[in-house]
């Protein structure tokens, strides 16, 4: 059965850090490109980063662009997104989903893209 968990998620003061975990169950996550997602209350939910199964290539969306980092380690079967440089409007429930291919294209921002979620881990910043 595919089973994906986020953790890591809390409440930090802008201009903090957060790493984020994804771990994942019932497939091999070296077969598939791994997204980060995140939503707010009332708003859709964004891509914000797509990995693919070799890490190339690689997507940031541009509200994130530079700040955050998605990584992964296909023998753990975990993939991981740092976050750094906090903002108050990165607040929002972060979810990490398997994508429908084993890499990512243009459109990683499509929630359409993937097949499979997590239940989601809060992240909240504010001072």
């Known amino acids: 059965q595919v089973h994906l968990e986020e953790s890591g998620g809390g409440s930090v003061q802008p201009g903090g850090s957060l790493r984020l975990y994804c771990a994942a169950s019932g497939f091999r996550l070296g077969d598939y490109a791994i997204g980060w997602l995140r939503q707010v209350p009332g708003k859709e939910r964004e891509g914000i980063s797509c990995?693919?199964?070799?890490?190339?290539?690689?997507y940031y969306s541009n509200s994130v662009k530079g700040r955050f980092t998605i990584s992964r380690d296909n023998r753990k079967n975990i993939a991981y997104l740092e976050m750094n440089n906090l903002k108050p409007e990165d607040t929002a429930i972060y979810y990490c989903?398997?994508?429908?291919?084993?890499?990512?294209?243009?459109?990683?921002?499509?929630?359409?893209?993937?097949?499979?979620w997590g239940q989601g881990t809060q992240v909240t910043v504010s001072s």
């Open positions: 990995i693919s199964n070799s890490e190339d290539p690689i």
């Open positions: 989903a398997r994508a429908k291919a084993f890499t990512c294209s243009g459109g990683y921002y499509h929630t359409d893209m993937y097949d499979f």
